[in-house]
């Protein structure tokens, strides 16, 4: 399997490549050049296997250069004692022939687990397939759950450490005590005074100082990314795509060759739905991929226009890990949809960074109009949405998993296909948003803490509180520093503990 770049299609890199540079030199994304295929009898075939068995499967048919053992040995650190369900990514059957695909078993209790717990494993290996012998130093600013997600990948990981950058006015109460209680002996949390923007200028420009590279070199020491357009943070979200199909053969609701699900994903940076189209590409029986927006509805305008502008109002809404105006990963999708065409992707993103606005030619509109449906809702649906399910089917689900049913709800009677079964994904657990889940139940008392708010959810649910929120509570603060902007790079050299 070779990767080429969506802005050259002459660049040709092996996987373990693509995962260590995490961004191709001239700017694009790394892309398979072609898509391994499953037949119906392989799908048949992998149907009693567990999820671990079922992801170094689809992994090895993308990872060619690693062995199988390799990648089991990956998958097992990542999957087997982090997450707090056997099945890793539990599928849960609600009404009217809707499945939940429960994304939030792992250590952070948000879908991003599903990536970044596999994500060091695949990188540590990459870097020596490359010939590297750096120690690995990953730098993340985080408006919230990537860089706790990041922070529980990467804890304790030989041959690599971790330091993340989150802004003093930026994140909840929960999302800041879950990365200053971060343990692990390779981890370091900084706040910054000011706002995500601060926090993620900062960490650019110390990623791209020569002066800091150099001391890093010194030292044995290299930077590598995290983020989510890494080719390594994306296939690993393919599998769940595949094991929920295959699920669904188990307890014989997909019972012959070719039945169709529609899949509907909450999106931001359009990794999650990216995924999902890989795998219909790679032969999953989908039928559309419904693409679920809140307030920041960007995409929903993509999609049915083939216009993508960002020069709109900038929405802070209750399902916050979807506030985002640039969908990194959409490149990707118009490489393919271009079949290949490096130089048309190049001017659109070259539009992009220049005017914030570009539109797809009629060949490519088509295409996306075959292929998805969007929608969007506001934090009223939002919230109408949970409360409606929980009072119908005692499922209790978060803000961002509401909204992708509340659009996927939106399809069915705009389209009237109501017999397709769906998948819908759910990206984070209700207890980790539970002021606004609360909220969708009575109104919301802002005198009370997020445990006291955690807590009244579990008892309005009869739920339990997943064990890493509950924990939360009685863990003691490693990391208590705030630091100016302009001193990160001080703060790095300390937290690598070396000179400057
Ligand atoms: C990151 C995130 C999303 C959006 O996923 P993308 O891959 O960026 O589209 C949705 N929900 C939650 C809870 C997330 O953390």
Redesign the pocket.
Known sequence: MVYTSTRDNTVRVDSATAIMRGISPDGGLYVPVELPKLSYSELCSMVSADYQHRAVDILGRFLTDFTDEELSECVKAAYEDKFGSDTVAPVASINDGRYILEL?HGPTC???DMALQLLPHLLTRSVKKCGDDHEIVILVATSG??GK?ALEGFADVPGTRIIVFYPDEGVSNIQKLQMTTQEGDNVGVCAVWGNFDDAQTGVKMIFTNDEVKAQLEKNGMAFSSAN?INWGRLVP?IVYYFSAYLDLMQTGEMDYEGEEINIA???????????AFYAKMMGLPVKKLICASNANNVLTEFLTTGVYDRNRKFHTTM?P??D?LI?S?LERLLFHLTDGDSARVKGWMEQLSATGRYEVDDDVKQKLFDLFWAGCCDDGETQAQIKELFDADGYLC?T??AVGLHVYTQYRSATEDVKTPAVIAS??SPY?FAPSVLGSFKEPDSARSEFENIDELSVLSSCPVPAPLAALESKSVRFDKVCKKEDMTKAVFDMLGIGN
């Open positions: 939030w948000a879908f991003k759950d990537t997600a989510s979200q994903v909450p999106t931001g940076n359009f990794g999650n739905i990216l995924a399902s890990s979807m985002i969908s990963n978060d961002h998993t990206t984070a980790k």
